[in-house]
């Protein structure tokens, strides 16, 4: 995406006017502003600025939510890191739901109107949290001359088709298996209504299904396709190792929140946006993706439990009738949202273990891309032993930060073990244990990126 023109310069100087100077030096500054693409923006630089702007990109905001601009995760965050001297910036993006081509051209709208109005950072970091994750990477990966590093926390950094992929496997094994007669479509979701009507009519079955052995098995088998977690919310019971009842109950609960967004009112605004449906589950096997799941285990057992066979539920599944995607409509999701792994810049990612929305494999979905590119060297992961979606403290995000600009400034990386981020952690604050710890993300379920060409859809 190219640069701004003069007039588009110009825009965005009558779009946040500029302070006098001394009010800049000697107090702290909050603006807000409207971009000439129609997204708001929001800064905030502190008087005592250390020359470092954190660039912010927030997470999905489904259509018809407000979309407010945010310029930090959180409002602790916000504070801790002011204190510290960063100034903080970010857009609303233009429009909500999947919009990574206007939040990319927004993103750097931002940074630039803050460069008019207070001159060009020292140092500039992009970073983000869950589908801002996305976008940081996609910034990184396209315009590395923008930013000196970036930090996705908890990112949807599998990528756009990877995504809908995997989005797609559970609701068609819970389809398959637990409501074969029902007009459920999966894709092809023509609006909002038709995709409420859909959720509605898998949601009602699937309720139904956990009240029994045979439906829990099942729930179980469908949860695996996607590697949700068995503890994935910080108000459930942290299960026991072989405590599966537990861990599908726990399951149950994230799968639901699946079939009620993601999976059907998300993915018809995606679908609308590039044309079509962009997944598919075509030459799948889904026997052979259940044992490469690290819930392989689980879903045996609560099949034995239950007296089905798992063997004929996968003989089902792998015989029922497939769907295809629309090949034009891939190859933008893929253009606009799938990453090719190459960095330039240094990338610190961190990512929650019990995280049942974006499950960590998505970690492992990106490594393998910035690996088969090249970059491995600029790539660092984090992981913190914490049950749900972007779960993180505001000292376990400093301490990444913090980890990332020592790596920016010494050209090597170091401190990126747990102990040490924990220690850094608890030099932002003691008074809560940080929780990295070492951890292997198991391989992501059907991974999709630019830089392996194996994994195009072929009609």
């Known amino acids: 995406m190219r640069r701004h023109s003069l007039v588009a310069l110009a825009a965005l100087l009558l779009a946040a006017p500029l302070a006098p100077a001394?009010?800049?030096?000697?107090?702290?500054?909050?603006?807000?502003?409207?971009l000439p693409s129609g997204a708001t923006y929001v800064m905030d630089r502190p008087a005592s600025w250390n020359g470092t702007v954190l660039l912010y990109s927030h997470g999905y905001n489904p259509a018809g939510v407000p979309n407010p601009a945010h310029d930090a995760p959180d409002d602790t965050t916000k504070s801790l890191l002011l204190k510290e001297g960063y100034a903080l910036i970010g857009s609303s993006y233009a429009s909500d739901g999947w919009a990574v081509t206007e939040a990319v051209p927004d993103q750097l709208a931002t940074l630039d109107a803050y460069t008019s109005r207070f001159g060009p950072a020292r140092r500039t970091i992009a970073w983000g949290t869950s589908y801002g994750g996305l976008v940081t990477s996609a910034i990184a990966e396209r315009h590395p001359d923008r930013i000196n590093g970036s930090l996705s926390m908890c990112g949807l950094l599998q990528g756009g088709v990877a995504n809908w992929n995997n989005t797609l496997d559970p609701v068609f094994a819970l389809k398959t298996l637990l409501a074969p007669g029902a007009d459920i479509p999966l894709t092809g979701l023509g609006s909002q209504a038709a995709a409420a009507r859909a959720a509605d009519t898998l949601a009602t079955a699937v309720?139904?299904?956990?009240?029994t052995a045979a439906g829990r098995a099942r729930i179980a088998l469908a949860s695996a396709l996607q590697d949700i977690p068995g503890w994935n919310d910080p108000s459930q019971t942290l299960p026991g190792p072989t405590d599966w009842d537990a861990q599908q109950a726990n399951q149950y609960q994230a799968l639901m929140l699946q079939v009620r967004f993601p999976a059907f009112s998300w993915r018809q605004e995606a679908e609308s946006r590039v044309g079509g449906n962009m997944s598919w589950n075509t030459g799948v096997d889904y026997a052979a993706m259940?044992?490469?799941?690290?819930?392989?285990?689980?879903?045996?057992?609560?099949?034995?439990?239950?007296g089905l066979s798992l063997r004929a539920d996968l003989g089902t599944l792998n015989h029922a009738p497939r769907i295809a995607a629309d090949a034009g409509a891939v190859a933008t999701m893929a253009r606009t949202s799938s990453f090719t792994g190459k960095l330039t810049k240094p990338q610190l990612t961190i990512h929650t273990t019990g995280d049942g929305l974006i499950p960590v494999p998505a970690e492992s979905a990106y490594r393998r891309a910035v690996t088969a590119a090249g970059s491995g060297p600029l790539l660092r992961q984090a992981f913190v032993d914490s049950a749900g979606h972007c779960n993180f403290s505001s000292a376990e995000?400093?301490?990444?930060l913090h980890t990332l600009e020592a790596r920016i400034a010494t050209?090597?990386?170091?401190?990126?073990?747990p102990a040490d981020l924990n220690a850094r952690a608890a030099q932002e604050d003691s008074s809560v244990p940080a929780r990295y710890v070492p951890y292997h993300p198991a391989p992501y379920p059907r991974p999709y990126d630019l830089a392996h060409p194996a994994d195009r859809y072929r009609p």
Do not use: C, I, M
């Open 290 to 306: 259940l044992h490469r799941s690290p819930l392989f285990k689980e879903v045996g057992e609560l099949y034995r439990e239950a």
């Open 397 to 400: 995000q400093a301490a990444a």
């Open 411 to 417: 050209g090597h990386w170091q401190g990126t073990d």
């Open 22 to 34: 001394a009010e800049a030096a000697t107090t702290d500054t909050h603006v807000e502003g409207t």
């Open 207 to 211: 309720t139904g299904a956990q009240n």
